[in-house]
């Protein structure tokens, strides 16, 4: 196991979930927010110097892992009505330098994102993250339509680039499950779509990651889910082994599934 990766973790990213976005409707995600204290807590408990995330919905390169490249990363949740809710991290630049110098026999080079906001996805696991006290450095980045080979991979050399770097680091994948386990749900209702969040949900709790992996595309489809390629890169970042495997919440309030989990 890698030293320097202090906890790999998944996190959901509904902006819902932040007081000052929901008015109220938070409450129906209770379960995910106390989740997400209790995690938060932990990774802030670790001391880690860096915290990398991997978000769906940032700049979409088809091709390339993009990474956001400003020396200083903030966002708030002006597109959610609650521009008061800001964040700013200092951006790890020299990991993301170390990074891009590993990945580039297999992946080339990464895509900046450059003066952009932080996106949601990055943002509503960095508010609970800040909110327990963590004020170190940030990576984010978002994943690509490459196969899950090549997330996987792009994971392990996130680990070696901590490694290398000797930098205490934890890995966020942030990713929501199924977008259709209720009628009325955000991509419609379907209802063989809760197997893709069973399957993660259990194989999280037993450790049985090669089941994650085995997903097929059919499965994620009819799901809609956002986490998945996120799960995958973190699955590369503990080399397919389980380290603290844990699933702390799960539910499905507004049709949509939140997990919170240790990998
Ligand atoms: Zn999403």
Do not use: W
């Not at 792009?154 to 209720?182: M, P, Y």
């Amino acid at each position: 196991m890698n030293k320097n990766i202090l906890m790999t973790a998944v996190m959901p990213h509904p902006p819902i979930i932040i007081p000052e976005v929901g008015q109220g409707k938070e409450l129906k995600a209770q379960k995910t927010i106390d989740g997400l204290q209790k995690l938060s807590q932990e990774i802030v408990d670790l001391n880690p110097e860096t915290v990398i995330i991997i978000t769906p919905h940032s700049e979409f390169n088809r091709h390339f892992f993009s990474v956001y490249s400003a020396s200083v990363l903030s966002g708030d949740f002006a597109n959610f009505r609650a521009i008061q809710v800001k964040l700013e991290f200092e951006n790890d630049v020299d990991f993301i330098r170390e990074l891009e110098f590993k990945i580039k026999e297999e992946f080339i080079r990464l895509n900046y994102i450059s003066a952009k906001p932080l996106d949601h996805g990055s943002m509503v696991p960095l508010y609970y993250l800040s909110k327990a006290g963590y004020r170190g450095k940030i990576v984010v980045i978002n994943y690509n339509m490459l196969d899950k080979g090549k997330h996987k991979l792009f994971g392990q050399f996130i680990a070696e680039t901590a490694e290398k770097l000797e930098r205490k680091t934890v890995f966020i994948a942030s990713g929501d499950l199924s977008h259709r386990l209720i009628p009325g749900a955000p991509a419609g209702y379907n209802p063989d779509a809760k197997d893709f969040d069973e399957l993660i949900v259990s194989s999280i709790k037993t450790g049985d990651f090669e089941a994650i992996t085995d997903i097929s595309y059919e499965v994620r489809d009819i799901a809609g889910e956002c986490g998945y390629n996120s799960i995958m890169v973190a699955l590369g970042v503990i080399n397919d082994k389980p380290d603290k495997n844990e699933v702390i919440s799960y539910e499905g309030p507004f049709g949509v599934g939140y997990i919170v989990a240790k990998l």
